[in-house]
């Protein structure tokens, strides 16, 4: 998906990049960011827990636990991999 800049007068397409690029880790750089602000994942969520993995028989941790205003559960998995790496919830 391209992405592009909005000027007065025209479309400035961006550089496509990858987070390995960048040099963007999922712990260290994505999932500090995204639970100081989670607004780009969704307007409606609050970030409750971080490293959640309180319940029986865990032996694997939700990146990000949240809420939405229906006080539904939402868990965020951060994944810089384009398969998901581990995505067994």
Same mark, same amino acid.
């Given at each position: 998906m391209s992405l592009f800049r909005v000027t007065n007068d025209r479309l400035e397409a961006l550089r496509t990049t990858s987070f390995i690029e960048e040099r963007l880790l999922e712990r260290k750089d994505l999932q500090r960011l995204l639970r100081a602000d989670i607004s780009p994942i969704g307007g409606d969520l609050m970030v409750i827990a971080e490293e959640f993995?309180?319940?029986?028989?865990?032996?694997?941790? +939700? =990146?990000?636990?949240?809420? =939405?205003?229906?006080?539904?559960?939402?868990?965020?998995? +951060?994944?810089?991999?384009?398969?998901?790496?581990?995505?067994?919830l």
């Open positions: 993995g309180a319940w029986e028989e865990s032996n694997r941790r +939700i =990146d990000l636990l949240c809420l =939405d205003k229906q006080a539904r559960l939402v868990v965020v998995e +951060i994944k810089r991999t384009e398969d998901g790496g581990h995505m067994d």
